[in-house]
C-alpha cells in the first residue's frame, strides 16, 4: 500500500470546529460574522476562518473592542417601571 500524502496545513479552520474549540453557539458565530467580527472564506460552500483572522478577533476581544454593558434580565415578579 501506498502511505497517504501529506498536505502542508493551508492555516485554514473550519467555522464549525474553532466554534466547537472556543466553545460558542452556531447562532453566535453567525452574530460575530454578521456584525464582521470574524472575516471568513467560503469553499464550496463550506465556512473557514484563516489563522490570521482569528487572531485577529483574539486581538480585538482582549482589547474589549466588543465589550458592551452586561444587563441582566429583569425577574418576572418585578415590573419593568421599578413598582413592586
Known sequence: MEAAVQTPNPGLVSLSYWRK???LAPVTTWRFRKRGWLK???IAGRIYLTHES???FTRRAEAGEF???HK???PP???RNGDV
Open 72 to 74: 441582566p434580565p429583569i
Open 67 to 69: 465589550a458592551q454593558e
Open 21 to 23: 474549540q472556543v466553545g
Open 40 to 42: 471568513t472564506i467560503n
Open 54 to 56: 482569528i487572531k485577529e
Open 77 to 79: 415578579n418585578k415590573e
